[in-house]
């Protein structure tokens, strides 16, 4: 596996590094505090091409590859998490479903605005008892004629109640099936509800701990009516769907996380080479350099387990189990990396003005969202042939 960048993958993170460094970065303190995402900072990724680096020309989008998304992912995460999730989501979450399951008319109904950024997009899957366990999921859609009426409620839904989006994908029970072993499950199905729709309530964002620019939101569905046509990909095959979304946006997932961490390392490493008491910078202690070259080794793996898990994907290859190391192995660097950032800070690093703070209020979902570290290790004993 070659870990090297092509020169033009890394004229794509230097690109993106630039924006973040000298376009994000600035305004992240304003918006965290405002808790309002910046919809002209969107619009000038939407300029960028980001929304659209994975996606075929043909469609609208850049023609790159998964990997060069991850690489923005991580540019971004390194300055703001929240707008990294905006990206990670919007193309995981949001576009993906739609390019790979839609009808031609679905496409051309939705991608022009989300490639561009014009638009954003949410998938609804999470429920008060249904996160982990999708097969909890409570929410129905029922066929009356030729329209489904949706009844249900989501929790903790990214992009789906900004000014600017478009629709939500959600799950939902749209009737039973028989399994091989005769017991009978439920049927999910993928169904697209564009917002506005009479009887889809974007309910009030959430208070969070982290992701403050983020837009999240609970949704609720009472007689909610959208076409037949509305259903997204196979009937049925709404839970098998969404888990191939989920393996590949926790790579996504994990770029970030490693964006977190190097934000962490690059804040802590400047502050110990300017911070003098005693007479001397704080880095010349060895506690301060050894807690340093820590936070060095777990940006160098992390960085190292989501590329490679790029690059199976990208390559066709199995990447199951790698995006599950990923996204954990990321997640706990970013949360480790802030802890020891915002040590080194002292008093600095408990302010919200600064960059460590709101890294270490924002990495803790990390270990969280896109499924838990312990849903990870489940996968990875599973890929490995044992029960768990």
């Known amino acids: 596996m070659n870990y090297e960048l092509s020169a033009e993958e890394q004229a794509l993170y230097d690109r993106v590094c630039d924006f973040a460094d000298t376009v994000v970065a600035p305004a992240a303190y304003e918006y965290d505090t405002k808790r309002r995402l910046p919809l002209e900072i969107i619009a000038q990724m939407g300029e960028m091409g980001l929304f659209g680096l994975p996606f075929p020309e043909e469609v609208g989008g850049q023609g790159k590859t998964y ?59 999470t429920e008060a008892a249904a996160g982990s366990d999708a097969g909890a999921t409570r929410t129905t859609a029922v066929l009356d004629g030729d329209e489904w009426v949706i009844n249900g409620s989501k929790q903790f839904i990214t992009n789906s109640g900004t000014p600017i989006t478009k629709l939500v994908t959600i799950t939902a029970v749209t009737g039973e099936k028989t399994a091989p072993d005769g017991s009978v499950k439920k049927e999910l199905s993928c169904i697209i509800v564009p917002n506005g729709t009479p009887g889809f309530t974007v309910e009030p964002g959430y208070d969070k701990v982290g992701w403050n620019t983020s837009d999240t939101h609970p949704l609720t569905l ?29 790579i996504a997932f994990a770029a970030l996380g490693t964006g977190a961490a190097q934000g962490c390392l690059e804040e802590a490493l400047r502050y110990a080479k300017e911070r003098v008491v005693f007479g001397t910078n704080i880095g010349a202690n060895q506690h301060i350099a050894f807690k340093l070259a820590r936070m060095q080794a777990r940006v160098h793996q992390a960085r190292l387990a989501w590329q490679d898990a790029a690059r199976k994907m990208d390559a066709g290859r199995p990447f199951k ?16 990396n802030a802890r020891d950032a915002t040590q080194i800070f002292g008093g600095y690093g408990f302010m919200n003005e600064s960059r460590v703070a709101r890294h270490y209020r924002d990495s803790k979902i990390l270990e969280i969202g896109e499924g838990t570290t312990e849903v990870q290790l489940m996968i990875i004993t599973r890929e490995l042939g044992l029960a768990a």
């Not at 919007?90 to 790979?100: E, T, W």
């Not at 709404?238 to 989920?246: C, E, I, R, T």
């Open 67 to 125: 990997f060069q998304l991850c690489l923005a992912v991580e540019a971004l995460g390194r300055v703001d998490q929240s707008i990294g999730v905006t990206l990670e989501a919007g193309v995981g979450l949001g576009i993906m479903p739609i390019y790979r399951y839609g009808t031609a008319a679905q496409r051309a109904e939705f991608l022009p605005d989300l490639l561009a950024g014009r638009a954003l997009a949410g998938f609804g899957l």
């Open 321 to 336: 189990m790698e995006a599950s190391i990923a996204k954990m192995v990321c997640g706990e660097a970013a949360m480790d």
């Open 222 to 250: 009472r007689d909610v009516r959208v076409p037949a046509a509305n259903l997204l990909g196979e009937r049925g095959r709404g839970y098998a769907n969404f888990l191939q979304s989920l393996d590949e946006g926790r």
